[in-house]
């Protein structure tokens, strides 16, 4: 089994920053996928940011060249650096992982969210 642990929301001004963290543990072999995902009230879940384990990261196009996504492989450890943060990024973000565990299983996971309030 594998568990999530998000954190790093909260409530922060137009323009200032936030890190939010998803820290996996179980049996991990290895993370496939790690993705992170929000919602606003009354809209559909969109993906935010989509980090391989290269160099290779996609984001939407409203967060490019305001949000970062990283990892680390070592902690089972996804992090989104938030900067430049808007009112319209105010949702719940969820964390997304695919790992490949020690039995050789492929599973997929969601984060509990962590809500994410931007005031202007």
């Known amino acids: 089994q594998v568990q999530l642990a998000e954190s790093g929301g909260g409530l922060v001004q137009a323009g200032g920053s936030l890190r939010l963290s998803c820290a996996a543990s179980g049996s991990i072999f290895s993370i496939n996928v790690a993705s992170w995902y929000r919602q606003a009230p009354g809209k559909q879940r969109e993906l935010v940011a989509a980090c391989t384990s290269g160099s290779s990261t996609n984001y939407a196009d409203s967060v490019k060249g305001r949000f970062t996504c990283a990892r680390d492989n070592a902690e089972n450890t996804v992090y989104l650096q938030m900067n430049s943060l808007k009112p319209e990024d105010t949702a719940f973000y969820y964390c997304?992982?695919?790992?490949?565990?020690?039995?050789?299983?492929?599973?997929?996971?969601w984060g509990r969210g962590t809500q994410v309030t931007v005031s202007s």
């Open positions: 997304y992982l695919v790992v490949r565990t020690y039995a050789g299983t492929r599973e997929q996971y």
